[in-house]
């Protein structure tokens, strides 16, 4: 396999260099000069017109006026040196960018890839195409990065701070602005290839664009055309840290899950046991099931994409474009094998496959007869005659009610197949009314369908089915050709045909639309004396969003799948908004003592917004912002800019219908440490007044929540209205005349975001009720709020009979994150041939709170792993780095890529195990993270005039993911004992590029 794979990217290479001799020469215009590894601070424009320059920050296309917004930005360059394959792989990196959902996310992957600036969600931020929106991927509003196409990227922008004067509501941390190539003329291909050095992992990428200038160039046409597709990583495959499901408090490797191999059944009065298939006795729990093997930590890809643009100059004042972007992706997720998670069953007492001994506790402890209540037992020989019975119409016949967990792992593991199509375009016109009066205007609608096809799922109403049998190839009902089912046994009892009764794929997805129209008109006005004129930017946008979540009847059906999670529940909503805006950036001093220049900034935004609800419910929000830039010498400027901004609720955030989902505990206070729980004690009468079942004055035994994860009943409202916030950014620019070729910028943020729309943190909800218990408590809404399965107690089970713990969404959350952002670059030539290129992008974060509902604990979330912490999800490191050295010569370079993550530890509140809603200290080991660095070296070489050849090898020491378990964390971003998307858990690997010109 290895041989196979390292043949196929040589091939490939080869291919394209033998292409390029095939080939005559064309004219093309040459990739814009950048520093390698490029990144800085200052807004910068392409090599256009000036009428044409993208700053983004600002609604001002004036190349001689910059703004007091910092701006990061990578260029084209880095991205050809880091070989990244999609734009969240790129942006994960970037110091300042809390990683969120992406290649490296399974479990918790819905297809879609996220940005999530400053660690405060991937729903407070936009991400923009040229400066324009395009359409979310689901009812968050969020945008998904697969669609991005890399190879026509000119340079990426990341703003932090807010943005939302400028491109309206969502931008409270910032947007991502992603600028493409202009006036593209020539064929630029490019092939590449990625292996691991263990063998797998291969990502194969092509990428052909074809650009022309026509009519003495009054018009220009770009199509670029791409395929992609990756192959999945396994967490067993020679990545022993990860093949074995390790808790997180205690370190034992005996897996997690208490759905199992042997089955788990839920027994009246004494809780769960597991089936002993040597002697088919119900003996205390001790199977628990390694789920590790079947996950991965690099998700199956398949993209095709499409993207043109073109643009004429119909006279000297009118120009026509338009911009596609089409995109067809497919992600597909593999976890652990379905079953019966805690599944209410019947199980008949004359089951075929049942144990004699099994059926004896069945009769002496289960309810025998459901339309009766409490336990009913039966005697030895009421218990031998319903063994025997013939059929249900037997007057013997009897059923037990119990939970039924067992994996299937007969049939492998889960797979969900994410297919996304999404179409954007847009098209409008420009050009100068006057010789100081320009203006444009646009219109775009865009769409995606994201569709899910879950496989290898266990339909529950079968295997219920299947455990009514009355021998053991024949059914009670013998539709749909049913097959009885062994779940007595160990791995292998359960017949293929059995499984094949079993598996029924379903079908859910999201479709998201949004149609906008864009003017805006920008005019110098008059002069501060000698000074740049003022300039200003007046217009107006309206924006008209839907969305819609459809599923078939099983994804909506509670249950009918084990392990589907929640019932998918359809959702249809939208808005509109219309917008009126504001900008003027005027310069009021320059050249005179201290005041090299002055530049004061401001804009206001007016937002209206309609809600496609009963009642057309409506609310407005004013942004606005001011600014000031100070240079005070050549070499030295101050900056600073202030703004209001706002987030308007998301469709998802107003429409979606009440359900059951997973959240993550893994101490359940109503296990007691496993102690027994006197019914009459406050802790029982609270546990009981929950739904957990009493037995002989006893709480019945609770066992912990299965993988540490538990249910969360989530709640929304149209009622639900916009975030305010307020950022502040601070900086300086130094570009000293001394030290020729190096630049530096520093700048401070803050941002602080009230009534912020979350849903409470589960550390709170348990807090809530159990922190300071009283013989009032078992009445008080905190404690009954929380619902447990009626069979077993616990907060995990079948969601149609387990609500958990309440998550109604509401805006009572409070955010706050500051820190430093550093960017320094030098470059220098050492000879004639050979130059040095320094380059360093760092983020320093002094505080990242989240309180998550009114009341509840105020989390310190910087440098900090929990299940509350952070809102994001994922770890927000203190200190990030990249840091990256280029040497040139001739036509090589060799480049060194140094990416720093600060060492990261438990959230002290988790770990403080006197608090209810803490786990309470991690296994020694688990504790914190140290310090990690990676490197990525890049060699670069233009072979001829027209093809060029990158070679990389990322993380090349082979820096192994740090280890601290699998329930410390959200699923979603604690997977394989670490968190893939903070740490390289795949290692080292290789990427060869082969780029031919012309």
């Known amino acids: 396999m290895l041989n196979a794979y390292r043949s196929r990217l040589l091939t490939s290479t080869l291919l394209v260099g033998t292409a390029l001799f095939a080939q005559p020469a064309f004219a093309q215009v040459s990739d814009p000069a950048t520093t390698p590894g490029a990144t800085t601070q200052e807004a910068t424009a392409t090599d256009a017109t000036p009428a044409d320059i993208v700053v983004t920050g600002t609604l001002i296309s004036n190349p001689n006026l910059t703004t007091s917004s910092p701006v990061t930005v990578i260029g084209s360059n880095e991205i050809q040196l880091r070989q990244s394959n999609t734009a969240e792989q790129l942006l994960r990196d970037t110091p300042g960018v809390a990683a969120n959902v992406g290649s490296s996310t399974n479990n918790g992957n819905g297809g879609a890839s996220f940005v999530d600036l400053r660690g405060l969600g991937t729903n407070r931020n936009i991400v923009l195409l040229d400066g324009a929106r395009i359409v979310p991927a689901n009812l968050n509003g969020a945008v998904d990065l697969n669609n991005i196409p890399l190879a026509l990227v000119e340079r990426v922008d990341v703003l932090t701070g807010g943005a939302s004067t400028t491109y309206g509501a969502d931008a409270v941390s910032g947007v991502v602005n992603f600028v493409t190539k202009r006036d593209f003329a020539g064929v630029d291909l490019n092939v590449s290839e990625q292996i691991t050095d263990r063998g797998d992992g291969n990502i194969f990428r092509a990428d052909l664009t074809v650009g022309a200038n026509f009519d003495d160039g009054r018009g220009n046409a770009v199509l670029a055309l791409g395929y992609q597709q990756a192959d999945p990583v396994f967490f067993a495959n020679s990545r022993p840290r990860s093949d074995l499901t390790i808790d997180s408090f205690d370190g034992s490797g005996s897996g997690a899950s208490q759905t199992a191999v042997p089955a788990r059944f839920s027994v009246s009065g004494v809780g769960n046991r597991n089936i002993d298939p040597a002697t088919g006795a119900l003996v205390p729990v001790y199977a628990l099931f390694n789920f590790n093997p079947y996950n991965i930590f690099q998700t199956p890809f398949e993209r095709f994409n499409l993207f043109s643009s073109a ?105 969900s197949d994410y297919r996304t199509q999404i179409f954007n375009f847009k098209a409008g016109v420009r050009g100068d009314l006057t010789d100081s009066i320009r203006y444009d205007v646009y219109g775009a609608y865009g769409r995606s369908d994201n ?92 924006r008209k969003y839907t969305a819609e979540t459809y599923a078939d009847i099983l994804a909506q059906n509670p249950g009918a799948l084990g392990g589907a999670g929640g019932a998918t529940v359809p959702v249809t909503g939208g808005y509109s908004v219309v917008e009126g805006f504001a900008e003027a950036i005027a310069p009021v001093l320059s050249d005179v003592s201290f005041f090299k220049a002055l530049t004061l900034e401001a804009g206001v935004r007016y937002s209206s917004y309609k809600v496609d609800a009963p009642g057309n419910p409506k609310f407005d929000a004013w942004t606005y912002k001011g600014g000031v830039t100070w240079e005070v010498v050549d070499s030295f400027k101050l900056r600073g800019n202030y703004q209001r901004a706002v987030r308007a609720p998301t469709i998802g955030e107003l429409f979606t219908s009440n359900s059951v989902g997973l959240v993550n505990l893994r101490n359940d206070p109503c296990q007691n440490g496993g102690n027994a729980i006197a019914a009459t004690s406050v802790l029982g009468q609270v546990c009981a007044a929950q739904g957990a079942p009493v037995a002989a004055g006893f709480i019945t035994p609770i066992d912990p929540p299965s993988a540490g994860q538990i249910n969360g009943s989530f709640s929304y409202s149209t009622n639900n209205r916009p975030e305010t916030a307020d950022t502040y950014t601070v900086g300086a620019v130094i570009t000293p005349t001394v030290l020729s070729g190096f630049t530096m910028s520093v700048d401070y943020y803050n941002i602080k975001v009230r009534n ?141 890529l140094w990416r720093h993550i600060s060492s990261n530890r438990q959230e002290p509140f988790d770990a403080d195990a006197s608090n209810f809603g803490s786990n309470g200290p991690a296994f020694a080991a688990f504790r914190k993270i140290p310090a990690y660095n990676y490197f990525d070296l890049s060699a670069r070489f233009q072979v001829t005039d027209h093809f060029q050849l990158t070679v990389t090898g990322i993380n090349i020491f082979d820096v192994q993911p740090p280890t601290v378990g699998s329930n410390i964390g959200s699923t979603t971003f604690n997977s394989g004992n670490t968190y893939p998307q903070t740490y390289d858990a795949i290692g080292r690997r290789f990427a060869v590029t082969g780029r031919v010109t012309f």
């Open 311 to 415: 643009r004429y100059e119909v006279s000297d004042h009118v120009e026509v474009y338009s911009q596609g972007l089409f995109s067809q992706n497919t992600v597909s997720t593999i976890i652990a094998p379905s079953g019966t998670f805690s599944s209410p069953m019947f199980l008949p007492l004359n089951n075929p496959f049942l144990p004699a001994s099994a059926r004896s506790t069945f009769c002496a402890r289960n309810d025998s007869n459901p339309n009766l209540a409490g336990i009913q037992t039966l005697t030895a020989a009421e218990c031998a005659a319903a063994a025997t019975a013939t059929s249900p119409n037997d007057p013997n016949y009897r059923e037990v009610s119990t939970n039924i967990s067992r994996r299937l792992v007969e049939a492998g593991g889960r797979i």
């Open 756 to 896: 912020a729309l979350t849903t409470p943190a589960v550390g709170d909800v348990i807090a809530a009720c159990f922190a300071n218990l009283t013989a009032a408590s078992a009445t008080s809404a905190a404690c009954t709020s929380i619902r447990r399965d009626p069979a077993t107690g616990g907060l995990d089970g079948d969601p149609s009979t387990t609500a958990g713990v309440p998550q109604p969404l509401t805006n009572s959350g409070r955010l706050m994150t500051d820190g430093i952002d550093l960017v320094a670059n030098f470059r220098t030539s050492i000879t004639d041939d050979v130059k040095l290129a320094l380059s360093f992008n760092g983020n320093y974060v002094f505080n990242s709170k989240f309180q998550a509902s009114a009341g509840g604990l105020n989390r310190e979330c910087t440098g900090y792993y929990s299940i509350n912490c952070s809102y994001s999800g994922s770890i927000l490191p203190q200190f990030t780095f990249n840091q990256r050295t280029t040497v040139s010569v001739g036509g090589a370079d060799l480049s060194l």
């Open 451 to 542: 569709t899910q096809t879950i496989r290898n799922y266990v339909y529950t109403d079968r295997f219920q089915q299947a455990l009514r049998a009355t021998s053991t190839t024949a059914c009670v009902d013998p539709s749909n050709g049913c097959v009885p089912i062994n779940v007595f046994g160990g791995a292998g009892t359960i017949s293929p045909e059995a499984v094949n009764f079993l598996l029924v794929p379903a079908t859910s997805g999201q479709r998201a639309s949004l149609g906008q129209v864009h003017g805006v008109l920008t005019t110098d006005l008059f002069r501060v004396g000698d000074n740049e004129p003022v300039s200003v930017a007046v217009g107006s946008e309206y």
